[in-house]
Protein backbone atom coordinates (compact mmCIF):
# COMPACT_ATOMS: atom_id res chain seq x y z
CA UNK A 1 0.00 0.00 0.00
CA UNK A 2 2.89 2.52 1.00
CA UNK A 3 5.69 1.40 -1.98
CA UNK A 4 4.52 3.80 -3.89
CA UNK A 5 7.69 5.87 -4.52
CA UNK A 6 5.92 9.16 -3.48
CA UNK A 7 6.25 8.05 0.02
CA UNK A 8 9.65 7.02 0.48
CA UNK A 9 9.80 10.81 2.09
CA UNK A 10 7.28 9.50 4.75
CA UNK A 11 9.05 6.28 5.18
CA UNK A 12 12.80 7.69 5.96
CA UNK A 13 11.31 10.02 8.22
CA UNK A 14 8.59 7.91 9.69
CA UNK A 15 11.39 6.11 12.46
CA UNK A 16 12.56 9.61 13.34
CA UNK A 17 8.84 10.63 14.15
CA UNK A 18 7.90 8.00 15.92
CA UNK A 19 11.09 8.34 18.26
CA UNK A 20 10.50 11.64 18.72
CA UNK A 21 6.67 11.27 19.93
CA UNK A 22 8.05 8.36 22.40
CA UNK A 23 10.91 10.36 23.77
CA UNK A 24 9.65 13.74 23.65
CA UNK A 25 6.48 14.49 23.09
CA UNK A 26 4.62 11.79 25.06
CA UNK A 27 6.88 12.93 28.27
CA UNK A 28 5.51 16.30 28.01
CA UNK A 29 2.11 15.56 27.63
CA UNK A 30 2.53 13.78 30.58
CA UNK A 31 4.25 16.48 32.31
CA UNK A 32 1.49 19.03 31.44
CA UNK A 33 -0.95 16.47 32.85
CA UNK A 34 1.07 16.42 35.47
CA UNK A 35 1.42 19.87 36.24
CA UNK A 36 -2.11 19.87 35.99
CA UNK A 37 -2.60 17.95 39.33
CA UNK A 38 -1.36 17.81 43.03
CA UNK A 39 0.70 14.85 42.82
CA UNK A 40 3.06 13.66 45.37
CA UNK A 41 5.42 10.43 44.87
CA UNK A 42 3.93 9.76 41.51
CA UNK A 43 0.39 10.01 42.74
CA UNK A 44 -2.07 11.51 41.37
CA UNK A 45 -4.08 13.65 44.46
CA UNK A 46 -6.59 15.60 42.49
CA UNK A 47 -7.22 17.93 39.84
CA UNK A 48 -6.14 21.64 40.88
CA UNK A 49 -6.66 23.32 37.64
CA UNK A 50 -3.44 26.08 37.28
CA UNK A 51 -2.63 25.78 41.23
CA UNK A 52 0.47 24.89 40.35
CA UNK A 53 1.35 27.15 38.05
CA UNK A 54 0.44 29.97 40.60
CA UNK A 55 2.44 28.42 43.69
CA UNK A 56 5.47 28.73 41.32
CA UNK A 57 4.78 32.33 39.67
CA UNK A 58 4.50 34.05 43.20
CA UNK A 59 7.19 31.69 45.05
CA UNK A 60 9.51 33.74 46.62
CA UNK A 61 12.39 30.77 46.57
CA UNK A 62 11.67 30.87 42.78
CA UNK A 63 11.78 33.87 42.51
CA UNK A 64 15.31 33.80 43.83
CA UNK A 65 16.46 30.86 42.20
CA UNK A 66 14.86 32.93 38.61
CA UNK A 67 17.41 35.83 40.04
CA UNK A 68 20.24 33.63 40.46
CA UNK A 69 19.97 31.90 36.90
CA UNK A 70 19.93 35.10 35.39
CA UNK A 71 23.18 36.56 37.09
CA UNK A 72 24.92 33.00 36.49
CA UNK A 73 24.05 32.71 32.74
CA UNK A 74 24.00 36.39 31.74
CA UNK A 75 27.85 36.82 33.75
CA UNK A 76 28.31 33.58 32.60
CA UNK A 77 27.45 34.24 28.82
CA UNK A 78 29.77 37.90 29.10
CA UNK A 79 32.65 36.24 29.67
CA UNK A 80 32.46 32.63 28.27
CA UNK A 81 32.40 34.89 25.08
CA UNK A 82 34.74 37.35 25.02
CA UNK A 83 37.39 34.81 25.86
CA UNK A 84 35.84 32.52 23.36
CA UNK A 85 36.07 35.18 20.88
CA UNK A 86 39.42 36.13 21.69
CA UNK A 87 40.76 32.81 21.35
CA UNK A 88 39.44 32.41 18.22
CA UNK A 89 40.96 35.57 17.19
CA UNK A 90 44.13 34.76 18.37
CA UNK A 91 43.79 30.71 16.74
CA UNK A 92 42.34 31.49 13.66
CA UNK A 93 45.95 31.62 11.55
CA UNK A 94 46.26 27.99 10.38
CA UNK A 95 49.81 26.78 11.54
CA UNK A 96 51.09 23.57 13.47
CA UNK A 97 51.40 25.66 16.76
CA UNK A 98 47.84 27.08 16.48
CA UNK A 99 46.75 23.84 15.77
CA UNK A 100 47.76 22.09 19.39
CA UNK A 101 46.60 25.27 20.83
CA UNK A 102 43.50 24.49 20.09
CA UNK A 103 43.86 20.77 20.56
CA UNK A 104 44.87 22.24 24.50
CA UNK A 105 41.68 24.58 24.77
CA UNK A 106 39.22 22.24 23.94
CA UNK A 107 40.42 19.88 26.49
CA UNK A 108 38.27 20.61 29.05
CA UNK A 109 35.07 21.01 26.68
CA UNK A 110 35.62 17.10 25.79
CA UNK A 111 35.69 16.18 29.89
CA UNK A 112 32.21 15.26 31.08
CA UNK A 113 30.70 18.15 32.55
CA UNK A 114 30.13 15.79 35.76
CA UNK A 115 33.74 15.00 35.44
CA UNK A 116 34.78 18.59 35.39
CA UNK A 117 32.45 20.12 37.90
CA UNK A 118 33.53 17.29 40.36
CA UNK A 119 37.28 18.35 39.49
CA UNK A 120 36.82 22.31 40.22
CA UNK A 121 35.20 21.12 43.49
CA UNK A 122 37.73 19.30 44.12
CA UNK A 123 40.23 22.59 43.45
CA UNK A 124 38.14 24.71 45.47
CA UNK A 125 37.30 22.73 48.74
CA UNK A 126 38.48 23.99 51.30
CA UNK A 127 39.75 20.82 53.54
CA UNK A 128 41.54 19.48 50.16
CA UNK A 129 41.57 22.05 47.57
CA UNK A 130 44.17 23.64 45.99
CA UNK A 131 42.74 27.05 46.62
CA UNK A 132 44.57 27.22 50.20
CA UNK A 133 47.84 26.54 48.39
CA UNK A 134 47.46 29.91 46.62
CA UNK A 135 45.16 32.33 48.68
CA UNK A 136 47.88 31.24 51.83
CA UNK A 137 50.43 33.08 50.78
CA UNK A 138 48.44 36.40 50.09
CA UNK A 139 46.89 35.76 53.58
CA UNK A 140 43.64 34.53 52.39
CA UNK A 141 44.23 31.02 54.18
CA UNK A 142 40.84 31.46 55.84
CA UNK A 143 38.55 32.11 52.97
CA UNK A 144 36.24 29.61 51.71
CA UNK A 145 35.61 29.49 48.46
CA UNK A 146 31.94 27.29 48.17
CA UNK A 147 31.31 28.78 51.67
CA UNK A 148 30.41 32.34 50.74
CA UNK A 149 27.76 33.17 48.38
CA UNK A 150 29.68 35.68 46.61
CA UNK A 151 32.57 33.48 45.66
CA UNK A 152 30.32 30.31 45.25
CA UNK A 153 28.71 32.45 42.50
CA UNK A 154 31.75 33.58 41.02
CA UNK A 155 32.91 29.62 41.40
CA UNK A 156 30.17 28.50 39.23
CA UNK A 157 30.96 31.28 36.66
CA UNK A 158 34.61 30.17 36.40
CA UNK A 159 32.58 26.62 36.28
CA UNK A 160 30.39 27.89 33.05
CA UNK A 161 33.88 29.86 31.35
CA UNK A 162 36.16 27.09 31.90
CA UNK A 163 34.53 24.47 29.89
CA UNK A 164 32.10 26.63 27.45
CA UNK A 165 34.90 29.06 26.11
CA UNK A 166 35.79 26.55 23.75
CA UNK A 167 32.66 26.09 22.45
CA UNK A 168 32.43 29.56 21.90
CA UNK A 169 35.98 29.26 20.18
CA UNK A 170 34.69 26.36 18.02
CA UNK A 171 31.37 28.53 16.19
CA UNK A 172 33.43 31.80 16.21
CA UNK A 173 36.45 30.36 14.46
CA UNK A 174 34.13 28.25 12.14
CA UNK A 175 32.69 32.37 11.33
CA UNK A 176 36.05 33.95 10.89
CA UNK A 177 37.38 30.87 8.24
CA UNK A 178 33.85 31.83 6.13
CA UNK A 179 35.06 35.08 5.61
CA UNK A 180 36.78 35.83 2.35
CA UNK A 181 39.91 36.14 2.15
CA UNK A 182 40.12 38.54 -0.82
CA UNK A 183 38.62 40.89 1.52
CA UNK A 184 41.02 41.34 4.23
CA UNK A 185 43.95 41.40 1.62
CA UNK A 186 42.34 44.43 -0.30
CA UNK A 187 41.72 46.40 2.71
CA UNK A 188 45.46 46.09 3.69
CA UNK A 189 46.22 46.84 -0.03
CA UNK A 190 44.31 50.11 0.34
CA UNK A 191 46.14 51.07 3.67
CA UNK A 192 43.25 50.14 6.52
CA UNK A 193 44.33 49.45 9.62
CA UNK A 194 44.05 45.69 11.83
CA UNK A 195 41.43 47.88 13.78
CA UNK A 196 39.55 49.10 10.88
CA UNK A 197 39.33 46.12 9.00
CA UNK A 198 38.24 44.16 12.37
CA UNK A 199 35.52 46.90 12.72
CA UNK A 200 34.47 47.11 9.11
CA UNK A 201 34.70 43.82 7.67
CA UNK A 202 35.54 41.14 10.75
CA UNK A 203 32.72 42.00 12.68
CA UNK A 204 29.63 43.17 10.14
CA UNK A 205 30.68 39.60 8.41
CA UNK A 206 30.32 37.39 11.77
CA UNK A 207 27.41 39.28 12.92
CA UNK A 208 24.97 35.95 12.43
CA UNK A 209 27.42 33.88 14.02
CA UNK A 210 27.94 35.82 16.90
CA UNK A 211 23.88 36.09 17.51
CA UNK A 212 24.16 32.03 17.03
CA UNK A 213 26.86 31.40 19.65
CA UNK A 214 25.62 34.21 22.17
CA UNK A 215 21.86 32.23 22.26
CA UNK A 216 23.30 28.46 22.04
CA UNK A 217 25.18 29.66 24.74
CA UNK A 218 22.45 31.72 26.96
CA UNK A 219 20.14 28.51 26.00
CA UNK A 220 22.77 25.89 27.56
CA UNK A 221 23.78 28.13 30.72
CA UNK A 222 19.92 28.21 31.36
CA UNK A 223 19.48 24.91 31.36
CA UNK A 224 22.54 23.58 32.96
CA UNK A 225 21.81 21.70 36.14
CA UNK A 226 25.12 19.94 36.56
CA UNK A 227 27.38 22.91 37.81
CA UNK A 228 25.13 23.95 40.64
CA UNK A 229 24.16 20.48 41.48
CA UNK A 230 27.43 19.33 41.40
CA UNK A 231 30.06 22.30 42.48
CA UNK A 232 27.80 24.38 44.81
CA UNK A 233 25.12 22.31 45.55
CA UNK A 234 22.74 25.52 45.17
CA UNK A 235 24.65 26.66 48.40
CA UNK A 236 25.42 28.02 50.95
CA UNK A 237 22.16 28.86 51.64
CA UNK A 238 20.37 29.04 48.15
CA UNK A 239 22.58 31.69 46.91
CA UNK A 240 23.65 29.46 43.99
CA UNK A 241 19.91 27.79 43.45
CA UNK A 242 19.28 28.06 39.64
CA UNK A 243 15.78 27.16 38.05
CA UNK A 244 16.69 24.20 37.05
CA UNK A 245 18.13 22.71 40.22
CA UNK A 246 15.20 23.88 42.20
CA UNK A 247 12.93 22.11 39.63
CA UNK A 248 15.23 19.07 40.08
CA UNK A 249 14.70 19.62 43.83
CA UNK A 250 10.51 19.88 43.74
CA UNK A 251 10.62 16.82 42.05
CA UNK A 252 13.12 14.56 43.88
CA UNK A 253 13.45 16.05 47.23
CA UNK A 254 10.19 17.66 48.14
CA UNK A 255 8.22 15.24 45.78
CA UNK A 256 5.90 17.79 44.56
CA UNK A 257 5.80 16.73 41.16
CA UNK A 258 3.19 18.88 40.04
CA UNK A 259 4.68 22.29 41.38
CA UNK A 260 8.55 20.63 39.53
CA UNK A 261 6.35 19.72 36.17
CA UNK A 262 4.62 23.30 36.20
CA UNK A 263 8.09 25.05 36.29
CA UNK A 264 9.08 22.76 34.15
CA UNK A 265 6.61 23.73 31.49
CA UNK A 266 7.22 27.08 32.09
CA UNK A 267 10.92 26.91 31.34
CA UNK A 268 10.54 25.08 28.07
CA UNK A 269 8.21 27.80 26.68
CA UNK A 270 11.03 30.14 27.83
CA UNK A 271 13.81 27.76 25.33
CA UNK A 272 10.66 27.32 22.61
CA UNK A 273 11.34 31.13 22.38
CA UNK A 274 14.84 31.10 22.38
CA UNK A 275 15.01 28.08 20.10
CA UNK A 276 12.48 30.74 17.90
CA UNK A 277 14.99 33.14 17.62
CA UNK A 278 17.92 30.83 16.62
CA UNK A 279 16.24 29.14 14.14
CA UNK A 280 15.39 32.36 12.60
CA UNK A 281 19.25 33.48 12.89
CA UNK A 282 19.92 29.79 11.26
CA UNK A 283 17.37 30.49 8.45
CA UNK A 284 18.91 33.73 7.86
CA UNK A 285 22.52 32.14 7.35
CA UNK A 286 21.34 30.47 5.06
CA UNK A 287 21.90 27.05 6.83
CA UNK A 288 18.22 25.63 6.68
Known amino acids: MFTSEKYTPYRLVGLAVLIELG??????IIGFWYS???VQFFQIR?????DNYWRILTSPMVGNAIAVTLTFSIVSLVLTFVIGFGLAMWLERSNRLNGVMQ???LIPYMIAMLVGSMLLKWVFSKESGLSDLILA????????????????????VYNAVWRDSAFA?????AGLKSIPGHLQMAARVDGASAWYRFVRITLPLLQV???????RLFIHLV???TYPLILTGGGPGTSTESVVLKMYRLGFSDNVLGQANALAILVFIVNLALVAVLLRLFKKAGNI
Open 209 to 215: PIFITVI
Open 36 to 38: LNR
Open 46 to 50: GFSGF
Open 103 to 105: AVV
Open 137 to 156: PMGMGDVSILADPNTAMAAL
Open 223 to 225: NTL
Open 169 to 173: MIMLL
Open 23 to 28: FVIVPL
